[in-house]
């Protein structure tokens, strides 16, 4: 019997799980492992609260999880609970696939001010990740601005712009929902060093602000190239420019008291954020294209702002005695190997790049490597090992059916309208389990 451990239950880590059972079938044993007690990581508190039918791969997850094969072992916390070496001893072998949760740093004056967060730390907020909920964001300046050109970027601005109806059929927190009601923000500033050809916004996630109730996007007509130059645009890209020009156009939108702009700032650095004790004022360098890549002007200007988010990418968190590559935040590995035995999958791998199903043939590649490496069983204990070192250590971690009972208190505590009302602290979440919290 082959034992493998994979720390990380999101996408990666199932997919992962997945792939081993298509290769082995009966013959291998399979140890999911996460810090929280409840799975799928990226699927929970990642995406967009208002896009429903994305979290519903997690059904796919579940299928994998249920079979005999599969274990969920949540509420450990490796390096802590268990290491690495301690890991590498009980199973043929450890594979990393916690994702990439942590904020990559702006690495400009002023970003420690109250009120400017990373997009891990603000998505984490309204979806409810135990580490973020006492976030607490002051929405009460007119004006927010978003750094980045991605689609985290438009997730933010969609949940910062939408109505309270609009939030009919999803899964955002209540805390989140009740500042977002209050919030008096009606100005939205969505920063780019680059221009319309450069971004990495898909065209649905583009569509979706043309139809929010009180959202008018706006585009200067002068950052937009000539629209001839869109037919060298592979055609994703090609329609998200498209929406880009519709916005340009566009003179009408929603009229109301509670109207929001959202505003495309094409060509345009943060260079400092300005304030006291929070932030004021972001201050911005006007930029130019050369060889694509965005180069500074010298022309400055400042946006009154009273929330900063920046959506600027992730980076991998550290294990204690894992190789890590500084530069790209992530395990330092050579197509998934970072040492006999122990290998690196998904964000994890690769750093904060594709969607959620790139984690697939990720997955099934890593699997193929493992059994290129290890022909045979190595005769590790595996689960039974790791059961006998739990009950020496008072480990009560939670099991799948565990988080089941969770789950099913999820939805029974939901308000009218939205799928589940999230358990935003660890105890509570352990409570809903039936374990002892004390």
């Known amino acids: 019997m082959r034992h493998i451990a994979i720390v990380g239950s999101g996408p990666a880590g199932y997919y992962t799980a997945e792939a081993a059972i298509k290769q082995w079938g009966d013959q291998v044993h399979i140890d999911v492992f996460d810090r929280l007690p409840v799975p799928f990581g990226l699927i929970r508190t990642g995406v967009?609260?208002?896009?429903?039918s994305i979290k519903g791969v997690s059904k796919r997850y579940e299928a994998t999880a249920g079979t005999d094969n599969v274990r969920f072992v949540g509420n450990v916390t490796i390096g802590k609970d268990v290491t690495i070496a301690e890991l590498q001893d009980l199973y043929d072998a450890v594979i990393l696939a916690t994702g990439a949760p942590n904020d990559r740093p702006l690495g400009l004056p002023g970003e420690q001010l109250a009120n400017v967060f990373g997009s891990a730390a603000f998505v984490?907020?309204?979806?409810?990740?135990p580490m973020f909920a006492d976030l607490d964001p002051a929405l009460s300046h007119d004006t927010a601005v978003i750094i980045g050109n991605g689609n985290v970027a438009l997730d933010v601005a969609r949940i910062l712009a939408k109505?309270?109806?609009?939030?009919?059929?999803s899964d955002i927190v209540s805390h989140a929902l009740s500042a977002l009601d209050g919030s008096r923000i009606r100005r939205i500033v969505i920063l780019g060093r680059r221009g319309p050809h450069q971004i990495a916004m898909t065209p649905k996630e583009l569509g979706?602000?043309?139809?929010?109730?009180?959202?008018?996007?706006?585009?200067?007509?002068a950052d937009l190239p000539d629209a001839a130059l869109d037919e060298a645009l592979d055609p994703g890209l090609r329609k998200s420019v498209n929406h880009l020009r519709a916005f340009a156009a566009a003179t009408g939108g929603a009229d109301t008291d509670d109207a929001i702009d959202i505003e495309f700032d094409f060509f345009a650095a943060p260079r400092a954020i300005i304030g006291?004790?929070?932030?004021?004022?972001?201050?911005?360098?006007?930029?130019r294209l050369e060889d694509g890549k965005a180069v500074g002007t010298g022309e400055t200007y400042r946006i009154p702002a009273g929330l900063v988010v920046a959506c600027i990418g992730y980076q991998t968190s550290r294990i204690p005695d894992v190789p890590f590559d500084d530069r790209n935040g992530r395990f330092a590995n050579e197509d998934g190997r970072i040492a006999p035995?122990?290998?690196?999958?998904?964000?994890?791998?690769?750093?904060?790049?594709?969607?959620?199903?790139?984690?697939?043939?990720?997955?099934?590649?890593?699997?193929?490597?493992?059994?290129?490496?290890?022909?045979?069983?190595?005769?590790?204990?595996?689960?039974?090992?790791?059961?006998?070192?739990?009950?020496?250590?008072?480990?009560?971690?939670?099991?799948?059916?565990?988080?089941?009972?969770?789950?099913?208190?999820?939805?029974?505590?939901?308000?009218?309208?939205?799928?589940r009302e999230k358990f935003v602290a660890v105890d509570r979440m352990i409570e809903a389990a039936g374990k002892d919290i004390s």
């Open 276 to 287: 006291e004790d929070r932030v004021e004022e972001i201050e911005v360098e006007r930029t």
């Open 124 to 129: 984490g907020w309204y979806n409810g990740h």
């Open 48 to 52: 967009a609260p208002d896009h429903q």
């Open 341 to 419: 035995g122990l290998y690196c999958v998904g964000w994890a791998r690769r750093g904060p790049t594709g969607t959620i199903g790139t984690n697939r043939p990720d997955g099934f590649s890593i699997i193929e490597k493992i059994a290129e490496d290890m022909p045979e069983p190595a005769g590790k204990p595996g689960r039974a090992g790791f059961e006998a070192l739990a009950q020496a250590r008072a480990i009560d971690y939670v099991k799948f059916t565990d988080w089941k009972k969770i789950e099913q208190a999820e939805i029974a505590n939901a308000r009218d309208g939205s799928p």
């Open 163 to 169: 109505a309270q109806s609009e939030f009919h059929g």
């Open 208 to 221: 979706e602000l043309a139809h929010l109730t009180r959202a008018r996007p706006q585009v200067d007509p």
